[in-house]
């Protein structure tokens, strides 16, 4: 990676777009000029980049044919406006916002499925999962060839920060609020979320199933190769402000030693799995870390063929930030 290349971080002053900057320089990655881009109600905020504080300028009229990579860290509508014209500029596009379909940017985890990238011509135009995705993804592929799986069942433990900045002030204010014992009015959820759990995270189809549900069996089944594997999820907002916690259940079509999963998981890259009477939790273990962690494997209580997995992973750093700087590295090392 001795070449460098001018890039453009799109969100650069929310959550996920600082860490995409904080990585970048903790990597070193080869960045020529970089170009922080917000909306026009974000810019003019700074941000620090290898002992300087750079000026977050506002997308509006940027010319991406100046940079040679642009990751995409903002809403999705965001990306849904610039994405192609940056391609088009001759702009290769890293999103992490969900706003495009899988067949025009192919979701891809840098453990998982990085081979993709082989079958794509520059200007390159792909996504970054779902955090929850990837952290999935990332535990689930070493497992492959050792079962052969019927059926995931997910329980996504989402944070607030799954919902931007907006979300971890919501849970702040709500907590400071019934700390002090004064009346508690919610305004960014539409109900209570401090000491809470909320059921339904988002925007709901008219099948009952939220749209984050939705991306997150797209997503899964996309970097896994494994289109019509049957996936239920249900995500919960939960009053973490970060960090994602996953209950997942494989029902397999024999039974499954536990011992080979073990042993797969602990040679498997990126995965931290803890002994058998342990288990993680964001907060001791993955929160600033480039992992993701697992505990508590263990078959169905009277169903060999069942395995059930504690999964927790850093959803700003590890499921976001992390895996989108990795793929820009492979982008890096196989550029012509």
């Given at each position: ?82 994405a ?17 379909p ?5 979701r ?52 607030v ?28 959820f ?58 997942v ?24 799995v ?7 939790t ?51 090392k196989?550029?012509?």
């Amino acid at each position: 990676m001795s070449q460098s290349i001018d890039i453009a971080v799109v969100g650069a002053s929310g959550a996920v777009g600082g860490a995409l900057v904080e990585l970048l320089e903790e990597r070193q990655f080869p960045v020529g000029k970089l170009h922080l881009l917000a909306s026009e109600a974000s810019a003019g905020q700074s941000v620090p980049f290898k002992g300087r504080n750079l000026r977050v300028g506002s997308i509006a009229g940027f010319d991406f044919a100046q940079v040679g990579l642009a990751f995409f860290a903002a809403g999705e509508a965001v990306t849904r406006q610039y994405a192609s014209a940056a391609q088009a500029a001759g702009c290769s596009v890293i999103d992490l916002s969900g706003g495009l379909p899988l067949d025009q940017a192919p979701r891809v985890v840098a453990e998982v499925n990085p081979q993709v990238l082989k079958t794509m011509q520059p200007p390159y135009l792909f996504a970054s999962p779902t955090s929850a995705a990837t952290a999935l993804a990332v535990v689930l592929a070493p497992l492959r060839p050792l079962l052969d799986w019927q059926r995931l069942s997910i329980t996504a433990c989402l944070p607030v920060s799954s919902q931007g900045r907006e979300g971890v002030a919501e849970l702040a204010r709500q907590t400071a609020e019934l700390l002090n014992a004064r009346p508690l009015e919610p305004r960014f959820f539409d109900r209570q979320v401090a000491f809470n759990l909320l059921g339904l995270v988002g925007a709901v189809g008219t099948d009952g199933h939220a749209q984050v549900e939705r991306r997150l069996i797209e997503d899964l089944r996309q970097v896994l190769d494994a289109p019509v594997l049957k996936v239920a999820a249900t995500c919960v907002l939960v009053p973490v402000f970060f960090g994602d916690s996953l209950s997942v259940s494989v029902q397999a079509a024999k039974p499954i030693d536990l011992h080979a999963v073990q042993a797969a998981l602990e040679g498997a890259a990126s995965v931290e799995v803890l002994e058998k009477d342990e288990y993680p939790t964001v907060i001791t273990d993955a929160i600033g870390q480039d992992l993701v962690f697992v505990g508590r494997a263990r078959n169905g209580v009277d169903d060999p063929t069942e395995l059930n997995l504690w999964i927790v992973s850093d959803n700003v750093r590890k499921g976001a930030a992390h895996n989108a700087v990795q793929l820009a590295e492979l982008l890096i090392k196989h550029r012509p």
